[in-house]
């Protein structure tokens, strides 16, 4: 599929990471919304389930997107804060699954620290435990097919620690 590629996955693996999973609360065009569970329905173009633990290293305090819903074609500015608790060494790595419908269209592991340099991420490794505020500005190429997609990230330290967990689902579709 020529428009999701796989800078795009691994950019939107890398974010996954940074920004969606520990959700204790979440700003949004405005709006704070607290979770009540594990899975937070934030709009009806995207939903989030934190598929970690308390004890994962990255821990997400806010959220927010730009535009909502995402439109094929723009820049989706995507800005985040939160909590790292370990420090995030070169070997990281995610483990992404991203699906159209129900089909499988990549299945591929992404080095962090590299996925980082290769797209002039703000945040580089070694990262240090601390607070973070990150927004970084992608463009969903106008050719990406309107449609419901979904992202499982699962992110590891290179001495296999969870760092995060996040299920992402997307709905492209017109309204």
């Not at 989030?48 to 004890?55: E, H, R, V, Y």
Request: include cysteine.
């Amino acid at each position: 599929m020529k428009a999701f590629t796989r800078k795009h996955a691994a950019l939107t693996a890398f974010l996954t990471v940074l920004l969606f999973p520990g959700v204790p609360a979440w700003s949004l065009s405005g709006l704070t919304l607290q979770s009540t569970g594990t899975s937070l329905d934030l709009r009806p173009s995207w939903s989030f389930t934190d598929c970690g633990s308390s004890s994962d290293a990255l821990q997400i305090h806010k959220l927010a997107i730009s535009p909502d819903p995402p439109v094929p074609g723009r820049d989706l500015k995507v800005s985040g804060s939160g909590y790292l608790s370990e420090t995030i060494l070169e070997g990281a790595y995610i483990n992404v699954v991203v699906k159209l419908g129900n089909t499988r269209i990549l299945t591929q592991k992404f080095d962090i620290c590299e996925e980082a340099r290769t797209n002039n991420l703000t945040v580089q490794c070694p990262v240090q435990p601390g607070q973070y505020d990150l927004t970084h500005t992608i463009h969903i190429p106008r050719e990406t097919p309107r449609a419901r997609y979904t992202v499982l990230s699962r992110a590891f330290t290179v001495d296999d620690h969870d760092i995060a967990c996040a299920d992402i689902k997307v709905n492209l579709l017109p309204f």
